[in-house]
């Protein structure tokens, strides 16, 4: 599985981003997509997820209501739609994937910019 993100990039607060993933190297239909980000000093923390139909998402408290992830199929690729940002968005932001009978995401990204300014 190879995940490469992009459309990071340096944006005030209350603007938008939105971020691509493109997949590739397996069918995914029974896989579920994730992102995640890790600010400087701090832990990586999940974000948001969402099976590849488009089922079953789910968003971490601090960016429900800005934050919207979705999947284009046909492109296998996987959005994350950032409005709203908050300086405390600033972070690199990681695709990863998992099979749905896995208990952790196995595959990653390599990870793109977000830096929001106040």
């Known amino acids: 599985v190879q995940l490469v993100e992009s459309g990071g990039g340096l944006v005030q607060a209350g603007g938008s981003l939105r971020l691509s993933c493109a997949a590739s190297?397996?069918?995914?239909?029974?896989?579920?997509m994730g992102w995640f980000r890790r600010a400087p000093g701090k832990e990586r923390e999940f974000v948001a997820s969402?099976?590849?139909?488009?089922?079953?998402?789910l968003y971490a408290d601090s960016v429900k209501g800005r934050f919207t992830i979705s999947i284009e199929n046909a492109k296998n690729t996987v959005f994350l739609q950032m409005n709203s940002l908050k300086p405390e968005d600033t972070a690199v932001y990681y695709c990863?994937?998992?099979?749905?009978?896995?208990?952790?995401?196995?595959?990653w990204g390599r990870g793109t910019q977000v830096t929001v300014s106040s």
């Open positions: 990863a994937a998992r099979d749905i009978r896995a208990g952790d995401f196995g595959s």
């Open positions: 190297g397996r069918t995914f239909r029974t896989y579920v």
């Open positions: 969402s099976g590849w139909s488009g089922a079953s998402t």
